[in-house]
């Protein structure tokens, strides 16, 4: 009874494991986005590049941002396996100061919720 028991223990495990690697699973080129310093009035769009690096259909179905000043886009249609996509971010440039928003990111990926980051500081435009 214990044999048969350890196999079938062993053999979910062996399942589990198994059913974590299949899937869609999201790779950003970078997490953070850098506006550095910028005009007040600038152009405020951005874009986060990634790739569906899974064996399925990469699907997001919901981007948020932090606040109502950073508008965030994304895809409508499915990543398939191996191709790349992008979310665009716009932000609010005719507020001057500091910039430190996070966009939230919900997928079916392996890891189903990201935060990505802006940053930068939005400056007056220098009067000669």
């Known amino acids: ?4 028991v350890l196999v079938l223990f062993i053999g979910l495990l062996g399942f589990g494991l ?3 690697e299949n ?4 790779k950003f080129k970078t997490e ?8 007040k009035g600038s152009d405020g769009v951005r ?5 569906n690096t899974g064996n399925a259909p990469l699907i997001i179905s919901k981007v948020s941002s932090s606040c109502g000043c950073t508008i965030p886009k994304k895809p409508e249609a499915p990543i398939l396996p ?18 430190r928003k996070a966009i939230t990111v919900i997928s079916n990926a392996d890891t189903p919720t990201i935060v990505l980051k802006i940053k930068g500081d939005i400056k007056e435009p220098s009067r000669k």
């Open 18 to 20: 198994t059913a974590q």
């Open 47 to 51: 874009v986060f590049e990634f790739t």
């Open 1 to 4: 009874m214990k044999k048969i």
């Open 32 to 39: 953070t986005v850098d506006y550095g310093e910028i005009a």
């Open 82 to 99: 191996g191709k790349k996509g992008e979310i665009q971010v716009k932000y609010d440039t005719n507020r001057v100061g500091p910039i």
């Open 23 to 26: 899937g869609a699973k999201i």
